[in-house]
């Protein structure tokens, strides 16, 4: 069975910088790509980035695109979000997800979530 379990977040201020992790088990991570979404009070469930599961291929949302960079460890099974100039815009909760034959950032493609990792930024 599939399991992802996010870790990382935080508190931190304007400008600042963060990293993600996502430890994934339960599945070969070179048929899975790996996406990261985040949700604010109040807002809809957004894809912020992933990554194809064997080539890297990665693709960005344009609000984080040159602050953020996703990637992955194969051989600890962990992905990244390291996130650069951080902004209060930023806040929200940071959810993992994968599935089978997903790409993209639209959630409903994807059917294994983490529990999530709060980030908040201060102004």
């Known amino acids: 069975q599939a399991r992802l379990v996010e870790s990382g977040g935080g508190l931190v201020e304007l400008g600042g910088s963060l990293t993600l992790s996502c430890v994934a088990s339960?599945?070969?991570?070179?048929?899975?790509?790996v996406a990261w979404f985040r949700q604010a009070p109040g807002k809809e469930r957004e894809g912020v980035s992933c990554?194809?599961?064997?080539?890297?291929?990665?693709l960005y949302a344009d609000s984080v695109k040159g602050r953020f960079t996703i990637s992955k460890d194969s051989s600890q099974k962990t992905y990244y979000l390291q996130m650069n100039d951080l902004r209060p815009e930023d806040t929200a909760i940071y959810y993992c997800a994968t599935s089978r034959w997903a790409w993209g950032l639209k959630p409903l493609e994807y059917d294994t979530w983490g529990q999530g990792t709060q980030v908040t930024v201060s102004s």
């Open positions: 339960g599945f070969r991570l070179e048929y899975y790509a």
């Open positions: 990554i194809s599961s064997s080539d890297d291929l990665t």
